[in-house]
């Protein structure tokens, strides 16, 4: 695993960010899950550094969606990334 996946909030956060560069299946906010309702979602508290909180907002406001979809985003994204053991978990990418 690279040294930016690291395990918890903060590795999966750091670990979405660093692949932005990288073209990988499933990395950008699936298109077809933008309009979709939350059904009253999950409370998730995150304790991170401001500097990479702040990271995270800006690349949500560049994927024009809300910080709390692309954090549920970079859940399923690290999830799936690090477990090749399961190759049908992988994000279908809905563009």
Sequence with gaps: MPSTCRRG?????????ADADAVRPGWRYPNHLRDRDSG???????SVEWELWRALELEAERQDVSTAQLIEHVALYYGTRNNTNYPELRIIDGR
């Design 9 to 17: 909030s903060r590795g999966a956060i750091r670990c979405y960010l």
């Design 40 to 46: 009253g979602g999950v409370e998730l508290e995150v």
